[in-house]
């Protein structure tokens, strides 16, 4: 593989200050991945890497299989919404959800439920509660914050969810089992897990307000209180002309429901998580299972007509198109970094102080920072841990504790990255840019870093 030297770091730097600056991160991903090409065939191969990039993007089955996920997840958003179902929930809730305080714990409880996948949880609990919020005039930033910083937390603590499984198969594949598997080394290390604990702690402390708002929550809350506008400042229009049709269509459907029930939005949510439960956290089954069951539901009941239930379905693949070409773009950067080797160019860099009791400390911040300028959580946990594991190793660290570093740095990176799969579909789910959602979430975010990290510095040395 070839060196780039500093040249590298270009494409990441690039999106993020571009995306600051212009709040569009389509074209800052885009510059990003021109910038990659660019680097990686020069003036005369720019074309030829470009779409080398591109197609290396499409081709990763991981992409593959979201995309569908997304589409199911469209369909089924659309249809509670053409029904009428996410307006039956919400008015429903309202008999016992009376403040603003109320609403945001029982996002953060319903959070905590749906421990399964990530995906999973930051669609559906987005979807779940916007109606609910936006009543009780609580800006959609705050919404997307809680719904984002319990989704890959509460995946990483709960032995039982999609990345529990995943980071098992890591620690046993690269030798660390306690009885014999790598679960069992997961469940020793999840007390270990530090960022975990400590964005799930500082979000519910936030929600209560023990820690203030701060910077765009702060803005956005006053705004909201001021002039009742929930969405951040420089959202589309058309965000806001679509979710007001939506719920004026809701609306049309729910004066034929004069008592409101939970059971038109809660069935088909109940058997999408169970579905993806019983097909081994295959979310995308689950997602599917959810779609069919609202559209025959509704069918049944005649909400809607055969061929509406078809447009709505429709309308919801159309409605996803943004999210569908932001993640296609987001797995190209993340293929044109690999073939940069980015990965190895920070590691270089930050291997000399990975020494002793600090190893942990070192380990989650590099991770931390790495995935939230890259985009890459899982992949980056495949690249690290052979690295980190005979250091550790070596250097007298409990291996499980160097592991739980670099899975907690996994899940700042889910929280915050600009072009992360969770920060992309949480703000989809919310109805707000991503750019937004990142700028919220990174001062609470960064408050949960700061714990985690002294946390692994006392415990790199303790456990030596």
């Known amino acids: ?10 494409p990441v730097t690039l999106i993020l200050v571009i995306a600051v600056l212009t709040k569009r991160t389509l074209f800052a991903m885009l510059i990003g991945l021109c910038a990659a090409a660019l680097v990686l065939g020069g003036f005369t191969g720019f074309l030829d890497q470009l ?43 309202g008999k016992f959800i009376k403040t603003k305080r109320q609403t945001l714990i029982f996002t953060f409880i319903l959070g905590i439920i749906v421990f399964i996948d990530d995906y999973l949880n930051n669609l559906a609990i987005g979807t779940t509660m916007k109606a609910i919020t936006d009543k009780f005039g609580i800006p959609r930033t705050q919404l997307a914050y809680v719904v984002n910083s319990v989704a890959a937390p509460v995946c990483l603590i709960i032995p039982m969810s999609a ?10 594949a690269n030798g660390v089992t306690v009885n014999g598997t790598g679960m069992g080394a997961y469940i020793q290390a999840i007390p270990l897990v530090f960022y975990g604990y400590a964005a799930v702690a500082v979000c519910l402390l936030q929600i209560i307000g023990i820690i203030p708002k701060i910077g765009v929550l702060k ?11 929930l969405f951040p400042v420089g959202t589309e229009p058309d965000h806001i002309l679509e979710e007001k049709t939506q719920n004026a269509v809701a609306s049309q459907s729910d004066v034929s429901t004069p008592k409101p029930h939970p059971w038109n939005f809660l069935i088909p949510l109940a ?15 689950g997602a599917m299972a959810g779609s069919v069951t609202a559209f025959l539901l509704y069918l049944i009941q005649r909400k809607l007509k055969f061929k509406e239930l078809l447009t709505a379905s429709f309308d919801g693949i159309l409605n996803m198109g943004f999210v569908l070409v932001l993640c296609t773009l987001a797995f ?31 380990v989650f911040l590099f991770c931390a920072i790495y995935a939230y300028a890259t985009g890459c959580f899982w992949d980056l946990a495949v690249i690290i841990m052979p690295i980190v594991i005979p250091l550790a190793q070596a250097m007298g660290v409990d291996p499980i504790l160097a592991g739980a570093a670099v899975f907690s740095g996994a899940a700042f990176g889910s929280n915050t990255c600009l072009y992360g799969d969770g920060v ?8 707000i840019k991503a750019i937004d959602l990142m700028l919220t979430t990174l001062p609470y975010a960064a408050i949960a870093a700061v714990i985690s990290s002294i946390g692994y510095l006392i415990a790199g040395f303790a456990m030596m």
């Not at 058997?271 to 089954?285: A, C, K, N, R």
Request: aromatic letters at 10%; charged letters at 15%.
């Open 51 to 93: 779409f080398e990039s591109t197609y290396g993007g499409m081709s990763d089955e991981t992409l593959q299989w979201l995309l569908l996920v997304i589409v199911m997840f469209g369909i089924l958003i659309s249809l509670f919404e053409k029904s009428g179902a996410v307006m039956e929930f919400g008015e429903w809730t």
């Open 1 to 10: 593989m070839d060196n780039y030297g500093i040249l590298t770091l270009l």
């Open 219 to 229: 803005k956005d809350t006053l705004r909201a209180q001021e002039t009742g506008v």
């Open 332 to 362: 190209s950067v993340q293929h044109a970094n690999l073939e940069l080797g980015l990965a190895n160019y920070v590691i270089e860099l930050v291997l000399p102080i990975m020494k002793g009791g600090l190893l942990p400390m070192v």
């Open 271 to 285: 058997v999408m998580i169970v579905v993806t439960l019983l097909t081994e956290i295959d979310v995308l089954l």
């Open 424 to 431: 992309i579909l949480c703000s989809q789910a919310c109805g």
């Open 163 to 172: 990345w529990a499984v995943y980071f098992a198969g890591l620690f046993e």
